[in-house]
Every structure is written in structure tokens, then in C-alpha cells.
């Protein structure tokens, strides 16, 4: 009988949603194989920082990454290979933005810095102490230049607070209070006078709009 059972074709795989750093811009796509991706226009979401995961991932393009995931922030697993890059992985959740739980996972520098500074204001804030998970939004996007060109920063901002959205699932034991995502990764520059790229106008807050956020 073994111990897992190899998914067939259209398993139940998760969802992505990516960031296009050189374009500033999210995507994701409806469940389904043969959906084509959309842009999202609100990036608004419960994330799921406890769940939050690094490791060594492998992107390829139109298929799903290869991950080599570390047993612990502390106890990075060794490089697997060639093409593989640091990076992270967690949960995001917004029926009304995101249709339902998307994955997010990225190793690029620029989001991983953004990443560290909103784990940051995670941890520090008490309603994380409460077992509240925070409302991200994604409120524009900064301009940084090194020498693979100019890339866009995603810019994160907790607007809220909720209980943990059913959807994620059973917690289990995961309860990461673990140093930043990654401190070793190279600082970049962000040059003056650049003109950023069109983003969708970021949405009104709840209480402005009279909506839920999520």
C-alpha cells in the first residue's frame, strides 16, 4: 500500500497566484487546468502567515514549481540542484479577489524584501498574538534597479484583522515565529525619477466602500 498515493492528471492541485515583478502586476486564474490566467485588480487577501514556508523552489514555465522545503527557518535544506533559488511559499485567501485559496510563492529578491517587511509588522502587531490573521493589501508597487534591470516591489499593507478563514484548513501545528524570510539576500536600489508602469487604482477600504474586503 506504500504511504501516499501518486495524484492522477487534474488532481487536486492548488491554484497559484504570481506577481510579474517586471510588470508590477498580480495574476491568477479560475480552477481548471485550460483557464487562462486574469490580472488581479484588487490584491486583497487573508494571508496566511503561520503557514508560511521557505525553501528551495525551481520555476518552469506551465508547470507547477519544484520545491525542496526547509524542515525549519533555522534548518535551510541543502541546494538540491541546478536552477533551484531560495525562496518562500504560503496561502492567500479572498473569495471575492482571488476566487477562493491561492498559492503564493516567489524567489525573487525584491518580493522577498517586501515579504520580510510584512512578516515584520506581522509579529509585531497584537492581534497576531491573538491568533488573528491579517488582511494584506497590496498597495502599489516601488521601482528597483540592479543588474537584471528594473523590477517592480510589491508595497504590502495589513488593513485588517480576521479569524482564520475555514478555508485554509486545520492549522495543525504550524505556528512559525521564525527570524525574517531571508537575510542574506542582496540589497537593491531604487532609482529617482523613474515612472512606474499603469496599476489598477487599489480600491477603496472597507469602510469607504461599504464592502468586505476579502
Given at each position: ?9 487534474g ?11 517586471k ?37 518552469a514555465?506551465g508547470?507547477?514549481p519544484?520545491k ?16 533551484f533559488?531560495?525562496g ?22 525584491i ?25 494584506v ?10 543588474k ?5 516591489q510589491?508595497?504590502f499593507?495589513?488593513?485588517?484583522w ?5 478555508a ?9 515565529a521564525?527570524?525574517?524570510?531571508a ?9 529617482t ?22
Amino acid at each position: 500500500m506504500g504511504f501516499m498515493t501518486i495524484p492522477s492528471a487534474g488532481g487536486d492541485f492548488k491554484v497559484f497566484i504570481s506577481f510579474n515583478a517586471k510588470a508590477g502586476r498580480w495574476y491568477t486564474k479560475r480552477d481548471g487546468q485550460d483557464e487562462p490566467q486574469f490580472e488581479v485588480a484588487d490584491m486583497t487577501a487573508v494571508f496566511d502567515m503561520p503557514g508560511l514556508k521557505t525553501g528551495w523552489f525551481k520555476f518552469a514555465a506551465g508547470v507547477a514549481p519544484e520545491k525542496v522545503m526547509d524542515s525549519s527557518f533555522t534548518a535551510a535544506a541543502g541546494n538540491p540542484g541546478q536552477d533551484f533559488k531560495r525562496g518562500f511559499v504560503l496561502d492567500l485567501f479572498s473569495e471575492k479577489n482571488l476566487l477562493g485559496v491561492r498559492e503564493f510563492s516567489s524567489t525573487a529578491s525584491i518580493v522577498i524584501d517586501a515579504m520580510n517587511s510584512l512578516y515584520d509588522a506581522w509579529t509585531s502587531a497584537p492581534e497576531a498574538a491573538l491568533g488573528k490573521l491579517p488582511v494584506v493589501r497590496c498597495v502599489g508597487v516601488t521601482p528597483v534597479t540592479n543588474k537584471h534591470g528594473t523590477n517592480y516591489q510589491p508595497q504590502f499593507e495589513i488593513v485588517g484583522w480576521t479569524d482564520r478563514p475555514t478555508a485554509f484548513g486545520d492549522p495543525g501545528l504550524i505556528a512559525n515565529a521564525p527570524p525574517a524570510v531571508a537575510a542574506t539576500l542582496p540589497a537593491s536600489t531604487a532609482p529617482t525619477g523613474h515612472i512606474l508602469p499603469p496599476v489598477t487604482p487599489v480600491a477603496a477600504t472597507s469602510a469607504q466602500a461599504g464592502a468586505p474586503l476579502f
